[in-house]
T-cell receptor, first 116, second 114 residues
Framework: DGGITQSPKYLFRKEGQNVTLSCEQN?????MYWYRQDPGQGLRLIYY???????QKGDIAEGYSVSREKKESFPLTVTSAQKNPTAFYLC???????????????FGDGTRLSIL | AQSVSQHNHHVILSEAASLELGCNYS??????LFWYVQYPGQHLQLLLK??????LVKGIKGFEAEFIKSKFSFNLRKPSVQWSDTAEYFCAVLDTGGGNKLTFGTGTQLKVEL
């Protein structure tokens, strides 16, 4: 979606290094999500946030960290503790209206992370 | 936890052939279901969604899906595929635990040959 910007498009990580993936949105959506996509495994949820200064672990949070200091931004840090970080990372957003929690998620173009 | 199964991992069709991609989910209560498509080099896009009402849902680009509660299925169909339908297709179910979280299937890679 044009309203979700992920950067960089490609990222290379050295052993023992932390790297941060950026996700910015101008859709005024409350909720933001980080997924990891691996061939044959679909998308798996890493972290999500429904409101500023609050976030929850998804299914595969180990080795990752996030922050949500602004509504527009939800950066993901891949730490050195993540032993298999090579993957395609997708950021998504969704509006959450009171009484209506099933708004479809919108996705960014993704960041492909590789190990040097 | 909910789960989603997509049984066809790779499908190859000729243009004009009919398409049906299987999707089964595990939860027996009220479900919200989605099909997303990822064209080569592009972001995930919503094809269609089912929340309630008519179990036959029509989406973009001629796709449709039928929600069959008794079979826990939400199969995606298209009567006549085109080369431009080559993409990866993901079925997803909305998590009932809140947070508007999605659980995705493993995806089906569709290749349409001329």
């Amino acid at each position: 979606d044009g309203g979700i910007t992920q950067s960089p498009k490609y990222l290379f990580r050295k052993e023992g290094q932390n790297v941060t993936l950026s996700c910015e949105q101008n859709l005024n959506h409350d909720a933001m999500y980080w997924y990891r996509q691996d061939p044959g495994q679909g998308l798996r949820l890493i972290y999500y946030s429904q409101i500023v200064n609050d976030f929850q672990k998804g299914d595969i949070a180990e080795g990752y960290s996030v922050s949500r200091e602004k509504k527009e931004s939800f950066p993901l840090t891949v730490t050195s503790a993540q032993k298999n970080p090579t993957a395609f990372y997708l950021c998504a957003t969704a509006g959450i209206r009171q009484g209506d929690s099933n708004q479809p998620q919108h996705f960014g173009d993704g960041t492909r992370l590789s190990i040097l | 936890a909910q789960s989603v199964s997509q049984h066809n991992h790779h499908v190859i069709l000729s243009e004009a052939a009919s398409l049906e991609l299987g999707c089964n989910y595990s939860y027996g209560g009220t479900v919200n279901l989605f099909w997303y498509v990822q064209y080569p080099g592009q972001h995930l896009q919503l094809l269609l969604k089912y929340f309630s009402g008519d179990p036959l849902v029509k989406g973009i680009k001629g796709f449709e899906a039928e929600f069959i509660k008794s079979k826990f299925s939400f199969n995606l169909r298209k009567p006549s595929v085109q080369w431009s339908d080559t993409a990866e297709y993901f079925c997803a179910v909305l998590d009932t635990g809140g947070g508007n979280k999605l659980t995705f299937g493993t995806g089906t890679q569709l290749k349409v040959e001329l």
